[in-house]
Structures are given as structure tokens and as C-alpha cells.
């Protein structure tokens, strides 16, 4: 009988920047489609500072939250397609997980980072930062919003059907992994290199103050 190993993969500020993105995203529509522009701004300089610290920790948080640990190229990507097995064993994201990251980072940046300049009809309830651009570009980078939520939502009905996958094909909950940290067997002689704490604190500076310099 096979013993059944966990390894803690997934340190707490990443777990917990992960469900405030979700949270986050789903506050965004809500307030949107309920023309509730105030509390919709909130939220997105809420997601622009969860970003600023995801980032951040994407350099000097614990080793598999860096994006130096899952960030692979092309040929990666399809070495591991093709299930080829010389590939480097990691016990956080694979090298597709690592890629459906990036783009939604990518794509919540764009999204936070259009929203900022974007201007409403009657010009009352605009972005932060709108008075940088004229009406008209406000109004086209209104579209733009909307439509990189759109190919967002996308990205993230793949995300759930990669998870579901692992699920139900590998049997291997990701969703309990990005609850309590744990992986299930992970990869034999793979180690997570935990970071001291005290390295939170420039990232939650950093991305307060971004959001206060964009606010204000």
C-alpha cells in the first residue's frame, strides 16, 4: 500500500491572494452590472494593489510562488504536452499551470490598468486617472475594459476546467491544496524554499502605495 505524503506547497500570502483575486473579480462584475461605480472603483484599486503584491512575491516569496519556478518557454510547454518525462519535477505549478497564470495576471493587469484611464458617459463616474486622457479615448478604453473582461472570464473558464481535470482524471483537489498549502505526493526529493516573514512587508508597502498615488 502506497503512503499517501503531503508537502506544503503554497505559502499563506499566496492562498490568500488567490481568493481575494476571486473575490475581488466577482465584486468587480457585481458592481459593474449594478452600475454601482463607486464600489466598483474600489475594488479595482483593491485588484490593482493585490497585483503590485502578487508581483512582488513573484520575485522573493517562497520558492514556488517565483515566477522563476514555473515561468518556462515554448518548448517547455510542448515537452510537456507530448508528456515527455526529461522534464525538471517541481511541486507547485506545472509548466501549462505556470503559462494559465501569467496570462491571467497579464490580463488582470490590462484589465486594472485600462479601467484607471477609462471615462463614464456623462463623465461623473470615470477612472481615477481619466483626466490624463481625452473624452473620446476615455470612451474607447471603456470598450477595451470590457471587452478584456470578457477574454478574462474566458481565461478563467479554463482555469476552472484545468482544475476540474486534475479533479476528477488525476484525482489530485487543487482546490484544497490552494486552501491549506498541501500537496498530495508530491514529486520525490522536491523541496519548497520558505521565506522569513518579515519579507511581506515591502510588498504590502509597495502595493499600498500605488493604490494611495493612483487614489489620491
Same mark, same amino acid.
Given at each position: 500500500m502506497r503512503t499517501t505524503t503531503t508537502l506544503v506547497v503554497w505559502d499563506l500570502p499566496v492562498r490568500i491572494t488567490h481568493w481575494l483575486f476571486v #473575490? #475581488?473579480?466577482a465584486v468587480s462584475w457585481w458592481t459593474a452590472e449594478q452600475h454601482m461605480m463607486d464600489w466598483h472603483q474600489y475594488s479595482g484599486? #483593491?485588484?490593482l494593489g493585490l497585483l503590485v503584491f502578487r508581483i512582488y512575491w513573484g520575485f522573493v516569496g517562497t520558492s514556488t510562488a517565483r515566477f522563476s519556478d514555473f515561468v518556462r518557454g515554448p518548448r517547455a510547454l510542448w515537452k510537456q504536452l507530448r508528456g515527455e518525462p526529461s522534464l525538471p519535477r517541481t511541486a507547485g505549478h506545472s509548466i501549462s499551470g505556470g503559462w494559465s497564470v501569467m496570462a491571467l495576471l497579464t490580463l488582470m493587469l490590462l484589465q486594472v490598468g485600462v479601467g484607471?484611464?477609462?471615462t463614464d458617459v456623462d463623465g461623473l463616474e470615470s477612472g481615477p486617472l481619466s483626466h490624463w486622457v481625452s473624452f473620446d479615448t476615455g470612451r474607447a478604453l471603456a470598450d477595451l475594459h470590457e471587452l478584456i473582461f470578457n477574454i478574462l472570464l474566458g481565461f478563467?473558464?479554463?482555469h476552472?476546467?484545468?482544475i476540474l481535470f486534475y479533479l476528477l482524471v488525476r484525482r489530485d483537489n487543487l482546490i484544497v491544496?490552494?486552501?491549506n498549502g498541501r500537496r498530495r505526493n508530491p514529486p520525490v526529493g522536491v523541496t519548497v524554499e520558505h521565506v522569513p516573514a518579515w519579507r511581506l512587508l515591502p510588498g504590502i508597502a509597495l502595493?499600498?502605495?500605488i493604490v494611495w498615488l493612483?487614489?489620491?
Open positions: #473575490t #475581488t473579480i484599486l #483593491t485588484l484607471l484611464f477609462v478563467i473558464a479554463l476552472v476546467a484545468a491544496a490552494m486552501l502595493a499600498a502605495l493612483v487614489a489620491r
